[in-house]
């Protein structure tokens, strides 16, 4: 794709907007504390359209600086769901926890240029602030206690955290491009703790800083962290002061996703993580990409649209201000498209891991087009297809075994006479062969039709009986027909 510039607003860090042209840079920012969360997806998924819709780039963070929780396999499983949904990023991650130096370093500028201080409180006595504030009913923030003292006030060989310098007065205003222009009283905000006291970053300030280094210039998150871009400005207005050339990104915050009852989605409304999709769920990566697409996000009345279309289509001026509510039965049934829309060739080869090294990859292929037909989810597929690798005797249901009594065992004795006398193991002769016996029997279809379906696949329910027949090929049909078979005699 070719790289294109797009103008859009951003600020100096003087609060004056400019028009700045240049090249779209998109960031997720996962935490590697677990699964790749549904929502997280959808956020990627945004980020990443925006940067191709653009020409941009989309790049990949790891939030790693919370080393007691942050796991490698939440690591792997997080870049394993990305590449799963077919995001692809322009640049290796960046792993957070690699940059501490240099976060460290805009710290200590800011501290340098008074736009941060030196903290002594005690734990103890912000315990006592707080419980302070609780009792008299005020908002728990940090007092500014240490924000104008003295540096001979400072006690000696004590530890200090660094906080930052945040406006006390009027209002800063951020024009989202999902929320429009959101306001905030810059009385509501405390000097939180860009540093602390062991010299580690804190959340607030990294993000700043690896957002400002990777040249990020959109910030499309979830809208629970509205509240964190009126913390992280100041840091960007501050350190345009002190060295140029930090202007704020574009933010666009996304409404969170909910449940079908409308709460804040949870474990009780379904699976959370991408990979329980994938592996339990099996759910086509074509589906839920699509479906995360149309989740917060709308092109007229289209419900199916394909990677490539929504590259094309994607703009942040789709994407609704009011939360999504998730729907499984939507998903299952838009799989249930992907799935019959897919190259069969493709669908064997996803479906023949779940057989335990048993599937024959031509036979699954040939298959295809008479099992995906009704299959909402690779478990149905896969379960359509087990008839075909079940080794003789066939272990039968309970329902399959009561449809083989004495007189249908008789009448597969018929069938299996005429069957091994049939030229051709085609539908159409097995179905005239299979028609021809029921009238000569007085019979329904159905009464040799479902005991023949038993025989053959142990279950009650399969692909058409004749289409059962043909896949399983003439010596293995006519092998458990006659595992069954009564004769006349």
């Known amino acids: 794709m070719l790289e294109r510039k797009q103008a859009f607003k951003a600020s100096n860090g003087q609060g004056e907007k400019i028009v700045m042209t240049q090249t779209v840079v998109t960031r997720f920012a996962p935490s ?55 995001l692809d990023y322009d640049e290796p991650p960046v792993f957070q926890s690699h940059r501490a130096q240099r976060h460290a370093e805009v710290a200590n500028k800011l501290l340098e240029a008074g736009h941060a201080y030196r903290c002594y409180a005690t734990t103890e006595e912000l315990d006592q602030m707080r419980a302070e504030q609780r009792a008299n009913k005020q908002p728990m923030r940090y007092d500014g206690r240490w924000r104008d003292r003295p540096a001979a006030d400072a006690p000696d060989n004590t530890p200090f955290t660094v906080r930052l310098k945040t406006p006390i007065s009027g209002e800063t205003a951020i024009h989202d491009e999902v929320q429009g222009r959101v306001v905030v009283r810059n009385a509501e905000l405390d000097d939180y703790i860009i540093l602390r006291a062991d010299g ?70 379904g699976a959370l993580g991408v990979e329980a999709y994938r592996d339990d769920m099996g759910v086509l990566s074509e589906a839920l990409f699509n479906y995360l697409l149309r989740l917060g996000w709308g092109h007229g009345d289209r419900e199916e649209i394909s990677r490539q279309e929504a590259i094309e289509l994607f ?152 289409d059962v027949l043909v896949l399983l090929g003439r010596e293995e049909a006519l092998a458990r027909i006659d595992a069954h078979a009564l004769s006349e005699d």
Do not use: C
């Open 32 to 86: 590697p504390t677990g699964f790749l969360h549904i929502g997280g997806a959808r956020t990627a998924l945004f980020n990443w359209l925006y940067a191709r819709h653009n020409g941009g780039k989309a790049l990949l963070r790891i939030e790693d600086t919370d080393k007691k929780r942050s796991t490698q396999d939440a690591i792997d499983a997080i870049i394993g769901g990305l590449d799963w949904l077919g």
């Open 200 to 269: 580690t970053p804190t959340y607030m300030l990294a993000a700043v800083v690896d957002d400002h280094d990777m040249g990020v210039t959109h910030v499309i998150r979830g809208d629970d962290h509205l509240n964190n871009a009126f913390r992280q400005l100041p840091i960007y207005h501050a350190m345009h002061k002190v060295e140029g050339g930090w202007s704020q990104p574009v933010y666009a915050h996304i409404p969170l996703i909910h449940g079908s009852d409308g709460a804040k989605l949870s474990k009780r409304h």
């Open 315 to 466: 703009d942040l001026a789709g994407v609704g201000k009011s939360p999504s509510r998730f729907d499984l039965k939507k998903l299952e049934h838009l799989n249930g498209h992907y799935i019959r829309e897919a190259d069969d060739a493709f669908l064997a080869a996803v479906l023949a891991p779940r057989f335990d090294g048993k599937a024959d990859l031509d036979l699954l292929t040939k298959a295809m087009p008479v099992l995906k037909t009704r299959a909402k989810n690779l478990g149905e597929l896969a379960d359509g297809a087990g008839f075909l690798f079940k080794q003789r005797p066939l272990e039968l249901t309970e329902k399959a075994a009561k449809l083989l009594d004495h007189d249908a065992k008789r009448r597969l004795g018929q069938l299996l006479l005429r069957y091994k006398a049939e030229n051709s193991w085609t539908i159409e002769a097995l179905e005239a062969t299979t028609k021809a016996i029921a009238e000569e029997l007085e019979l329904g279809l159905g009464k040799l039709a479902q005991p023949l379906r038993a025989a053959l696949t142990g279950t009650t329910t399969s692909p058409g009986i004749f």
